[in-house]
């Protein structure tokens, strides 16, 4: 059996422990899908499969067990549901490209949570259209609150939804429920001062909690969807660590030039002699200043948006010497 | 006096209100409400009766019109008293009958109780004028019907919105502008919902006894009622509130006493100076106002306080249906009574 | 149309210390009070809060004020000369009538006695309008007894037992909480006592119970409610109990009415 192993692993189906078997990937962009489409699932793990699918972590489909030489004919079967996920960009009969740059993956957001800040699928699709397809690997993942369900902490970029909220004194009863809870639940950045909430924006995460605590509606929604974005989190075998704060109160413009911006970084930057470096590592190899002065050339941060100074990682390395006994 | 006004001439005579009055209506507040992409309906000031909203019940009552959330009473410069004034211009608020009914238990309570008139309310309530928003679907949670609040007749105006046009009834002759002058006379009679999906029996005042007050239904609100309040601030009859002194200049020589709404199920509203409390417990909290709308108001001015406007059921995060708790109390006094 | 929140300036003329965390407050006030009434009591910018008239005179009020909080550390820090703002005096007090021929017993606990202060004291100047008199004072301590003077000539003119919960040396007085003297009352002739009882909620509770179990009847029975009244007036709600409005209806109550009285 001869394939192009790189073309392949590139177009969506992975080379797999059973040498003749491949697996197809199928991204569903922030993770939510009209359920027309799975018939059309079904019958390929029926059909090509062994019957089963299985769910990943980035909210793709994995249809295991499939025969290397009926590619071109799943590619043509799957060529409705690409389109219509809007990942028709660089569809060929080959398949669409589903490596290096990966499905952004969306908690569940305001199409159902209450906690959301806004439509998380909806950001996604939105950046999914604005860097995909690359073959740089890059994780990126959309959640509606900082209680990151999605695990945006774990990204290379993750971005956080969150509001601005806004108080009308006129409609507060000083019930301290919104106050009461940012204490206990989050940050405390709301205090009681002569029967007026005062909310300290350093220490507000723009999590929207208050808004949802307030029985009379004094606290509101900001006019503009802003977002948090953390920044070079990552697993893996030497350093896994969380990502940190990049840009706080920024614009979708904001997060999605900075990231556009970090794929040119990463093609300045990159050790090609290494088999795939991670943006993390080139980051951490630059050092944070000139990956923040590249990403950021060109770009005018709407006026909310603030930016860190510096950034220390934490983490740990694996080849530490950790004490066991 | 019944009149039509065609659906182009229905804003010529909002826009002639609008000269002497301000208009509020339910309006959708767009990206306001709790959630994100959302709004929230509630009181307005409107231009066009395109404004409105009346597919969907408002949030919050009516009542924060004429008893804003939070009043300033008076100022003080040192030791002098400086009161308060309010916008002169008159106002006109549409509601729905158990609104209306709603807003005749704020009287009460304002106007009524105790030989002391509260001025302020006065002041405010003296200048508005209700036109009626005729109400003949209802919603999911309206019970307006068992608290005998689904007809009200003591409108300045009644309105009915159909389909390509507007119908008048007209009590008050200030409320009859220009454009309806000389208009020959239509035939309209306001209609009235007669029957809700929720059918609620509170219990009659004589079965309202010590065991109900110490029965095991309260325990079961101990345990859901969160203390929130919003049952409270999105009541047309919840009238409490509690004052607040601040000084407003850093000179403080400049203060302001406020009074601003008050909600028996949050937290602080029985604490007495030195730390006592009387309803510690949620469901002792739910009893208090429970006791409050179906039985006590009864029991000082002849008839129920609660007009089953239902806000208290559409907005509750805990799901506590308050209809169903004067039933089950209902239920109980019968079970009692045996 | 006069603005009942309206509150006045009234000039303090005296400040007496009654215990380290209880003063009298001495007002230059003209105007009918009836004992057990309440003021509602302020610092414009700082709060108001009902605080009951202790003593009057026709020409000045006395208003004992514990430091519990914003409003009484304020008033804590003010001298003769300067102003409160007052409103009132509102609630119905204790009427004389109710009492009047009876074999009285006034039973007050800590700063319960400060309503019931000037009703005791009328009654000890004019001891033919009562046939007997009895007074039993309960408090924590005896650096927590309030008017002590009042007390010491209450002492040579009617019964009046004296008891702190947690004695200290050199205390020689009645101990233990105030229900447990109940029983040193002159109760020969109980059904026709009256009685009155002022203290916090759970005094006021045992004590009436302990009174009902030694024989008094409970229309004999009168209590002096506090609550947390905001406006005084009958609409803040916020001391309203059942249909009853505690400021406009009491804060005293007989005993048949207080004890439907379920918060």
Not at chain 2, 45 to 62: A, M, N, Q, T, Y
Not at chain 2, 250 to 259: M, P, S
Request: aromatic share 10%; charged share 25%.
């Amino acid at each position: 059996m001869s394939i192009n192993r790189k073309t392949v692993t590139k177009n969506a189906y992975r080379i797999t422990k059973t040498r003749d078997k491949t697996c197809l990937r199928i991204r569903v962009p922030g993770g939510h899908l009209e359920t027309r489409f799975f018939p059309l699932i079904q019958s390929i793990a029926d059909d090509y499969g062994n019957g089963t699918v299985h769910l990943t972590t980035r909210q793709g489909f994995e249809v295991p067990d499939i025969d290397f030489d009926k590619m071109q004919d799943i590619n043509a079967k799957i060529r409705p549901l690409i389109e219509s996920l809007g990942l028709d960009m660089a569809i060929g009969e080959n398949g669409y490209p589903a490596a290096g740059t990966r499905n952004i993956s969306a908690c569940i957001g305001n199409r159902v949570c209450p906690f959301a800040n806004d439509d998380t699928t909806r950001v996604a699709d939105n950046l999914e259209k604005a860097v995909y397809p690359h073959d740089f690997h890059f994780k990126i993942a959309v959640t509606g609150c900082p209680n990151d369900c999605i695990k945006a902490h774990m990204q290379d970029f993750g971005i956080i939804c969150v509001t601005e909220p806004q108080y009308d004194p006129s409609r507060c009863i000083t019930c301290e429920a919104c106050s009461d809870n940012c204490r206990k639940k989050v940050t405390g950045a709301l205090s009681v001062r002569d029967f007026n909430i005062e909310r300290d924006h350093e220490k507000c995460i723009g999590c929207g909690e208050c808004i949802l605590k307030c029985p009379t509606g004094a606290w509101t929604r900001g006019d503009k969807k802003l977002y948090r974005m953390v920044i070079m989190g990552r697993t893996g075998k030497k350093n896994p660590r969380i990502a940190m704060p990049f840009l706080k109160w920024a614009d979708e413009e904001t997060i999605t030039q900075v990231i556009q911006n970090t794929y040119r970084f990463v093609d300045n930057y990159i050790d090609r002699s290494l088999a795939k470096e991670h943006i993390g590592y080139i980051v951490d190899r630059m050092g944070f200043q000139v990956f923040k002065k590249e990403v950021l050339e060109g770009v005018v941060p709407n006026k909310e948006a603030q930016i860190a100074e510096n950034i220390t990682w934490g983490g740990y390395w694996y080849n530490q010497n950790l004490e066991f006994k | 006096m019944g009149f039509r006004l065609a659906e182009n001439e229905k804003d010529r005579y909002l826009s002639e209100l609008l000269q002497s009055y301000h208009v509020f209506a339910p309006v959708a507040k767009a990206g306001k409400g709790a959630f994100s992409d959302t709004d929230v309906v509630g009181y307005g000031e409107i231009e066009s009766f395109g404004d409105i909203v009346l597919d969907r019940k408002s949030h919050f009552s009516p009542k924060e019109v004429f008893y804003p959330v939070r009043e300033t009473l008076f100022q003080f410069l040192k030791d002098e008293v400086l009161e308060t004034t309010i916008d002169e211009k008159p106002l006109v608020v549409l509601v729905r009958p158990c609104d209306l009914n709603g807003v005749r238990r704020l009287d009460t309570i304002f106007l009524k109780n105790g030989q002391e008139v509260d001025t302020y309310y006065e002041r405010r309530r003296k200048k508005v004028k209700f036109l009626m928003v005729e109400c003949t679907e209802g919603f999911d949670t309206c019970f307006c019907v068992s608290m005998g609040s689904n007809v009200a007749t003591d409108y300045d105006g009644a309105l009915r919105f159909e389909e390509g046009s507007l119908l008048l009834d007209i009590k008050d002759p200030a409320l009859a502008t220009e454009i309806l002058r000389d208009r020959p006379e239509a035939d309209f009679q306001v209609e009235y919902i007669r029957e809700n999906k929720v059918k609620v029996d509170a219990p009659p005042l004589e079965a309202v006894t010590k065991d109900l007050f110490d029965h095991d239904l309260w325990t079961e609100y101990t345990s859901r009622c969160i203390a929130c309040g919003r049952c409270n601030t999105s009541c047309i009859t919840c009238s409490c509130f509690t004052m607040q002194d601040v000084q407003v200049n850093d000179e403080k020589n400049l203060g302001e006493r406020r009074r601003v709404w008050a909600s028996c199920h949050i937290d602080g509203y029985s604490d007495m100076a030195g730390g006592h409390n009387f309803r510690k417990k949620h469901g002792e909290k739910m009893r208090f106002k429970t006791m409050h709308k179906v039985n006590d108001y009864h029991r000082r001015f002849g008839e129920h306080m609660c007009v089953g406007c239902g806000r208290c059921d559409d907005v509750c995060p805990e799901y506590i249906s308050f209809s169903k708790c004067i039933n089950k109390l209902n239920q109980i006094a019968k079970e009692v009574a045996q | 149309m006069t603005n009942p929140y309206l509150p006045k300036p009234y000039e303090l003329v005296g400040i007496r210390k009654e215990t380290a965390i209880d003063y009298t407050y001495t007002i230059d006030y003209q105007g009918p009070v009836t004992g057990g009434q309440f003021m509602e009591v302020s610092i414009p910018g700082v709060g108001e809060a009902p605080i009951s008239i202790s003593d009057f005179d026709g020409s000045t009020i006395d208003m004992t004020i514990r430091k519990v909080g914003r409003l009484t550390d304020k008033i804590f820090e003010m001298e003769p000369g300067d102003s409160l703002f007052l409103r009132g005096p509102y609630g119905n007090g204790f009427q004389l009538d109710n009492f009047k021929g009876r074999d009285l017993v006034v039973i007050a606990g800590g700063t319960g006695l400060a309503p019931v202060k000037k009703t005791i004291q009328h009654y000890m100047e004019n001891l033919d309008q009562v046939k007997s008199l009895e007074v039993l004072l309960g408090f924590k301590s005896p650096s927590d007894i309030l008017f002590t003077d009042d007390i010491l000539r209450w002492e040579e003119k009617a019964k009046v037992i004296l008891s702190v919960d947690n004695p200290v040396e050199g205390w020689d007085g009645h101990t233990g909480l105030v229900t447990t003297h109940v029983t040193k009352l002159d109760l020969s002739n109980v059904k026709e006592k009256t009685a009155i009882v002022v203290g916090p909620p759970i005094m006021m509770k045992f004590m009436t119970l302990e009174l009902l179990k030694n024989g008094f009847l409970e229309e004999n029975i009168w209590v002096s409610f506090e609550r947390k009244m905001s406006c005084g007036i009958g609409k803040c709600g916020h001391c309203k109990i059942d249909e009853t409005y505690v400021c406009l209806e009491g804060p005293v109550f007989n005993y048949t009415k207080a004890k439907n009285l379920l918060d």
